[in-house]
């Protein structure tokens, strides 16, 4: 599966719609951000259940900004429409898969659940 290109028009949509999303926040202009691109690319091939999105922070300025991002590359992963991770930085295709398993195993309902508060 190809990467999505996310906007302010879609963001929200897509992270609330599927089950996990990635986001990569990136630029043109940043070479880590160019070196991550083909290992986020086969990634997104290989996990056809995920969506893997991109958002370019350049023409997506406000949504960056929205998101926190102060470095680039920056990834996101959200799952049942909550944020679980995020870490700037380029990642080896190693720790992305690792990051991957670990947002799969992630147990967000109870994660919900613990977080709200209880009537003592």
Request: hydrophobic share 50%.
């Amino acid at each position: 599966m190809a990467t999505t290109e996310l906007t302010a028009a879609n963001f929200e949509q897509t992270v609330l719609e599927n089950e996990i999303v990635l986001v990569d926040f990136w630029a043109s202009w940043c070479g880590p951000c160019k070196n991550f691109a083909p290992i986020y690319q086969a990634s997104s091939e290989t996990h056809g259940d995920i969506v893997f999105g991109a958002v370019d922070t350049e023409a997506q300025q406000e949504l960056a900004a929205a998101a926190q991002i102060t470095s680039i590359p920056t990834l996101m992963a959200f799952k049942k429409g909550s944020l679980v991770f995020s870490q700037p930085g380029a990642l080896p295709a190693p720790a992305l898969e690792q990051v991957i398993a670990a947002v799969r195993d992630f147990d967000v309902d109870a994660a919900r659940a613990a977080a709200e508060p209880t009537d003592d």
